[in-house]
């Protein structure tokens, strides 16, 4: 179903559900809304909805700092309709379909659902927006969470069961690894975005589960392309050239490969090493949470280096450095292995994002 098709079959209004009751998804609830909440991100998902119903052209929102410190940009009301609305398209979620809203309602991805529920009619769920969210035993039609909020959930046998009975999840926020995919329920359908600030949420995705795509595919009305350096350059319906700082392979106008970005790429003896193709091998024995970046070198200019999270290093350290070199060295060039392998306590973001060290 196209855009515009899907714009003309939304009349319903949907319902956000707080913990202490529902009200409609409309301007004239505020007042009752705020009546019935009692958490602190009810409060912030309300204040987020009044942001959106009032007079103002654009509306103010908060990086997640994966990348750098939180900030605060300003996107139109018009753009950030359009990109809700090619979301709710291409899933094609109907109204009184049920979603959840499970990230900060300050940041984009929390914002973002709100805007949805509100486009599309949905029946919204208010949950606290923890590293592993407590989902109620309901069926959830749609549901977008972090990468670390869902391998989080896969811990506790509860909420996979819970998850079990949903149909889409959305991944999104931080790349995707495959080290704990396998926890999730089969059956689910799971999906990684790909987007950047300039496009308020993710213009692409990809699907891991139940069929695995090696490719992210653009959302209805974009189209992507390289500049000279091999970086994403992707036009909007009606804008100009967005440039990213990603590096792609085109395959065509609409389908990419994400290599990495190209401020992450790591020069190592004049041998580029994307962090990212390092990770993914790596995804495959390492289950705790790691990060692959670079550090100066004397020699080489820079080295890979591999961090695992931990307080302390393992007893049986030396063997799993053996194993995890071995594995890149079978898997990819030989200057991609890391050359120092530590295990310190990583940073995250106010998202829960897994950060490198700078």
Do not use: Y
Not at 200 to 226: K, N
Not at 237 to 262: A, C, H, K, Y
Request: aromatic residues 6%; proline residues 7%; contains cysteine.
């Amino acid at each position: 179903m196209g855009v515009a098709q899907f714009i003309r079959t939304m009349k319903d209004v949907g319902i956000l559900h707080l913990a202490a009751g529902s009200v409609p998804l409309e301007p004239s609830s505020l007042d009752e809304a705020r009546k019935l909440a009692r958490h602190p991100w009810e409060n912030k998902a309300i204040e987020t909805l009044a942001s959106w119903w009032n007079s103002e052209a654009c509306m103010e929102m908060r990086t997640s700092g994966s990348t750098g410190a939180p900030r605060e940009i300003q996107h139109s009301k018009t753009a950030i309709e359009a990109s809700a609305l090619r979301t709710l398209a291409h899933f094609q979620l109907e109204p009184g379909a049920h979603a959840a809203l499970a990230m900060p309602a300050e940041f984009v991805g929390g914002m973002m659902m709100l805007v949805r529920a509100v486009l599309g009619g949905l029946n919204l769920d208010v949950l606290e927006p923890k590293m592993a969210p407590q989902f109620p035993t309901t069926h959830f039609d749609f549901v977008a969470l972090t990468p670390a909020q869902a391998r989080a959930m896969c811990l506790d046998q509860k909420q996979v069961e819970n998850m079990a009975t949903w149909k889409t999840l959305l991944l999104g926020g931080a790349p995707l690894l495959a080290n704990w995919m396998d926890d999730l329920p089969v059956g689910l359908e799971v999906f990684e975005s790909f987007g950047m600030t300039e496009t308020i949420s993710h213009f692409a995705v990809r699907q891991w589960s139940p069929v695995r795509e090696e490719a992210f595919r653009c959302l209805p009305g974009i189209v992507v392309g390289a500049n000279p350096d091999g970086a994403l350059q992707v036009i909007l319906p009606g804008q100009s050239v967005l440039q990213s700082n990603d590096e792609v392979e085109i395959l065509d106008e609409q389908t990419f490969r994400w290599m990495g970005r190209l401020d992450d790429v790591i020069n190592s003896g004049g041998v580029k090493v994307h962090p990212h193709v390092v990770s993914t091998v790596l995804s495959r024995i390492i289950s705790e949470p790691f990060v692959v970046f670079g550090r100066p070198h004397d020699a080489l200019g820079e080295e890979v280096v591999l961090r695992i999270h931990a307080h302390e290093e393992p007893a049986n350290a030396q063997d799993l450095r053996t194993q995890f070199q071995q594995l890149i060295l079978e898997s990819l060039p030989r200057h991609h292995a890391p050359r120092a392998i530590e295990w310190k306590p990583l940073d995250q973001t106010e998202s829960g994002k897994w950060k490198s060290p700078r």
